[in-house]
């Protein structure tokens, strides 16, 4: 299983961010996939996830502002980030169930 997430970089507070994920190794048509952060000091915080019939679950704080979608042609899931805060500076994660991605970092600031 391999997970290659990509996308990350700094963006201006009310900014917008899409973070991709690249799944290889396991058959990514059928599997749920998530994503997850990670901010400095902090515990892992999930961010939602989209199930292989394509059904979306997100986060209270997220409900809104975040969207999961995914091309199963190209065993790619996509995270679209608008309204981004400071505060959600992290790293942001790709899984799949235990299994997670290198992450890629989002810098949240003017």
């Known amino acids: 299983v391999q997970l290659v997430e990509s996308g990350g970089g700094l963006v201006q507070p009310g900014g917008s961010l899409r973070l991709s994920c690249a799944a290889s190794?396991?058959?990514?048509?059928?599997?749920?996939m998530t994503w997850a952060r990670q901010a400095p000091g902090k515990a892992l915080e999930w961010v939602g996830g989209i199930r292989s019939d394509g059904t979306t679950y997100y986060s209270d704080s997220m409900k809104g502002r975040f969207t999961i979608s995914r091309d199963n042609a190209k065993n790619t899931v996509y995270l679209q980030m608008n309204s981004l805060k400071p505060e959600e500076t992290a790293v942001y994660y790709c899984?799949?169930?235990?299994?997670r991605g290198q992450g890629t970092q989002v810098t949240v600031s003017s």
């Open positions: 190794g396991f058959t990514f048509s059928t599997s749920t």
């Open positions: 899984t799949r169930g235990l299994v």
